[in-house]
T-cell receptor
Framework: DAAVTQKPRYLIKMKGQEAEMKCIPE?????VFWYQQKQSKELKFLIY????????QIDMVKERFSAVCPSSSLCSLGIRTCEAEDSALYLC????????????FGPGTRLTVL | GDSVTQTEGLVTLTEGLPVMLNCTYQ??????LFWYVQHLNEAPKLLLK?????KRPEHQGFHATLHKSSSSFHLQKSSAQLSDSALYYC???????????FGAGTKLTIKP
């Protein structure tokens, strides 16, 4: 079975603090995605990497987040200054290249901003 | 650009009744459609995906048919089970735009 790893599983930050979460994609997968999910609802796309290069991201990520994949086996998503509205489950997924490729999701990092 | 529409946010059914969850899409290029399922406190995982040769994909009793004429990929099951209660996401990617686009999701609740 595919295994995408995310750490930490739970993260608690005060408003204004910095947060960082990590994702280890499935070995051999070249595409990595980050999503934000609030209260088990819509999967909100954040950013997409292909071969460690960011190919697409939403404005919120450009403005307040930092996301990198320094190697093919590690990606990270950071929030420079946490706000209450950032409280959510952050899901990382990876896939092989190709439009018909299945995405494999990690268990997520649940961020709570107090 | 690509988009996916799931019209029902919440669907509640009695066990044993048929299930149909709607999904329509817009795509500039030749599309691939997927259904992902997310059970409570779990990560989403692939349920089924469309084939290029128009075969009907099936998994765990669910099936879906890609209709390019109506831009639809509705999810169906003949008889709902309690264990089918979950969030279901329709998703789209295409040659020329490999970033997958998810619909808003449909929460399916099956009652005894």
């Amino acid at each position: 079975d595919a295994a995408v790893t995310q750490k930490p599983r739970y993260l608690i930050k005060m408003k204004g603090q910095e947060a960082e979460m990590k994702c280890i994609p499935e070995k051999g997968h070249t595409a990595v995605f980050w999503y934000q999910q609030k209260q088990s609802k819509e999967l909100k796309f954040l950013i997409y990497f292909q071969n460690q290069q960011p190919l697409d991201q939403i404005d919120m990520v450009k403005e307040r987040f930092s996301a990198v994949c320094p190697s093919s086996s590690l990606c990270s998503l950071g929030i420079r200054t946490c706000e209450a509205e950032d409280s959510a489950l952050y899901l990382c997924s990876s896939s092989l290249r190709g439009a018909d490729a299945e995405q494999f999701f990690g268990p997520g990092t649940r961020l709570t901003v107090l | 650009g690509d988009s996916v529409t799931q019209t029902e946010g919440l669907v509640t059914l009695t066990e044993g009744l048929p299930v149909m969850l709607n999904c329509t899409y817009q795509s500039t290029y030749s599309p691939f459609l997927f259904w992902y399922v997310q059970h409570l406190n779990e990560a989403p995982k692939l349920l089924l995906k469309s084939f290029t040769d128009n075969k009907r994909p099936e998994h765990q009793g669910f099936h879906a048919t890609l209709h390019k004429s109506s831009s639809s990929f509705h999810l169906q099951k003949s008889s709902a089970q309690l264990s089918d209660s979950a969030l279901y996401y329709c998703a789209l990617s295409s040659y020329g735009n490999e970033k997958i686009t998810f619909g808003a999701g449909t929460k399916l609740t099956i009652k005894p």
